[in-house]
């Protein structure tokens, strides 16, 4: 009877090869990829591509017509637009919106408005050229980073601004709080930095015991908020109020949510703004942080954050900066906070703990 012939040990060589073609797949990603999928949206969006599909399939003639194109070029340009899944083709030819285009990157709608890219691509097209081109000579001390609204904003127009990019994307931190947030029996919540006030009414949904919820923002935001409430019926349990949350001292309350307030900030901080908290709680009350995490459950790196964080590089002082996410619990522990516990989610992570 034979001996079964033993398998082929992988030679060293396949290997290094290996583990090298996934680093040549990171530096493809980083320089190829990278290239083709911001210019491609900043074309498509200077265009009009994506809102000339958002009703019907359209004939790339038609689409010639519609954005001023060349023909030829646009459907060389409509042909990389299929490949990379933004666009599709009907059983005639025509071109649609695939289902990943239409969540992403149509402007803000009832469907998708806290889930696109659109606000921030809107806004990506115009820094890029002023800013991002530039980044050696911001380095170099040469320029400066110069926010395209005012900040902090003076009027609800640039207020507007913001409030739409910030919420954009706060679908998977709103339901992390929904779902995970420790607020049965709490009547009074403060919303530090609550923003256009979308995980307010979320929460005020989810736990009706909460009888107010008294929301933090700039005095030009105000208006934005009350609109959002009273659209939602709330006005009588969200009250927004205009507070320097670095300076003026927090109003009594049961809760205290930062909601992607805290993640730039380093320990320091953190710890002043945490401890007007604490003073604000009576013993049990609750403090609650909602954070984007810096690296994902995979281990990837935050290009929300990292995107933000670029732009901090030519503002002197800034105050953003790569912290240890768990140095939550040294800061809670040094507070009397206690019980503090975390859950992370989506690339957002959760803390919570008690004022002992």
Partial sequence: MSSPVPAAA????????????????????MTYRGTVDMFVL????ELGLFGHLAEQP???EALATATGSRLNRLVKFTDMLVEMELLTRDAEGRLALTPFARQFFLPPNPANENLTMEPFVRYAVTIM?????????VIRGEMDFTALTPWPPRTREDSAFYEEIHRSNNHFVRNLLVEEADLEGVTHLLDVGGGNGDIAIA???RFPSIERITLVNLPSALEIVRDNVAAHGLSDRIVPVALDMYRDPYPAC???LFARILYPFNAQVCAMLLGKAQAALPSGGRVIVADMLLRDE???ANYDYLAHFLTSVGVDPAMMTFKRQDEYFDVFGQLGFVDARKVARHGHVLYQARKG
């Fill in 58 to 60: 359209q004939s790339v």
């Fill in 42 to 45: 900043k074309a498509a969006y």
């Fill in 298 to 300: 995979r281990g990837l």
């Fill in 203 to 205: 929460l005020a949904k």
């Fill in 254 to 256: 049961d809760a205290v």
């Fill in 129 to 137: 050229e002023r800013y991002h081109l530039h980044l050696a000579k």
């Fill in 10 to 29: 992988e030679h060293p060589a396949d290997v290094r090869d290996d583990a090298l073609y996934e680093q040549y797949l990171r530096a493809c990603d």
